[in-house]
């Protein structure tokens, strides 16, 4: 995950709207849509109430796996 995507995902995750979002990282709200399409995507996540989980989870190394 890139770290534009990252930045959004965890405002996204601690409740922010995209329109704050975008405010926040000078971005405009479709930017922050698309960030979030391929985060979603990436974290195998199906809404932004499953942000801070699967943000979490993309943190933990897993044994065994480089």
Known sequence: MSGAE???ATLAARGYSNREIG???YITVSTV????TRVY???NVGSRA???VGLLLS???VKGVN
Do not use: I, N, W
């Open 23 to 25: 405010r926040m990282l």
């Open 33 to 36: 849509e698309q960030h979030l």
């Open 41 to 43: 995507r990436k974290l």
């Open 50 to 52: 499953d942000l801070p």
């Open 6 to 8: 990252r930045r959004v």
């Open 59 to 61: 943190r933990v190394p």
